[in-house]
């Protein structure tokens, strides 16, 4: 498969999940099955309730708004930095105002965060005992997988999600994302358990038991869509995981994901990412094609593509 194609399966397939997975968000698996008893599978099913009218039919949450900005960010200064990454965000939370995310506000009015992000996250984590680890961080892992070097891998991924969230399992989970994401794009083949336990086992045991289910298919224990643990990294990272690992095609890795409930959009647009990397663009579900803002998702593509070609060119001369 050509380069092009699993850039744009993978672009598009977060925004397919992320924009359909909406329609599920936050419901039990049983809501689902009242709602959407035959699935759903169309933008124009979606109810159009207090939280799903917010966004038109088609239209990508923060999930991808903020995915698409930190790749906006990087192509723009030509390499990952941290601070650049910072800045970015920090000017979408000015617009957006502050009360989007509650775990960005932990550091969101901290002045010296933008000096030094990581010591201000775990300065601010501290002072409030702020005890969640959410799952806001694991489309990073989408970003440094794709573009990240073997070396810079696992650093520029941790890094990444210390900028805002300074627990060891949100490190775990976006690292073991981002491992499945850069195993797909430079090796064509999944990361094995091997691999990814070994992140768990470097990083954050607590994290094992999660990635466990998801390997061995065991949905049910990883409780998609308890309203107590639905936002957690590790329920996020293994129910796309388990989407992904556990289908044989790009449409049922995204559908099976939103029928589970919980943080569908989060979820569905993670496995829908992977898949898209798997089997490419054209493999994903028909209505792909209806995504409000597929055309910027399409040029985005081939402005990384571009990228990733130059940065594998510049990589392989070093080692001539």
Known sequence: ??????????????????????????????????????????????????????????????????LVRFIETLLQRGQF???????????????????????FNLFYHDPSWLDNPIASAHRNRVKTSYEEATNETLQRGILTGLTSSDDELMEHTRRFVLMTHDDSRCVSSTKIIAKMVHSLLNKEREATADELMNICMQNDMRTIPFLEHALNGDIDKLKVDNEHCMMWTRVSMGAALWGFLHTDNASDAIFKVIDLGGDADTNAALSGALAGLKYGY??????????????????????LTAHIEKSIEARNRRYE
């Open 81 to 103: 930095k941290l601070h650049d990454m910072a800045l970015s965000l920090k000017e979408w939370m000015d617009l957006e105002g502050d009360e989007n995310i509650p775990a």
């Open 1 to 66: 498969m050509k380069l092009d194609d699993k850039i744009r399966g993978a672009i598009v397939g977060y925004a397919l999940g992320d924009a359909l997975g909406l329609g599920t968000e936050f419901m039990t698996r049983n809501e689902v099955e009242s709602y959407y008893p035959d699935g759903l599978r169309r933008f124009d099913q979606i109810i159009r309730d207090v939280h799903r009218s917010q966004w038109d039919p088609g239209e990508t949450t923060n999930d991808t708004v903020l």
């Open 282 to 303: 054209d493999a994903l579900p028909d209505e792909k094609e209806r995504l409000k803002n597929l055309d910027a998702l399409h040029d985005l593509s081939e402005r």
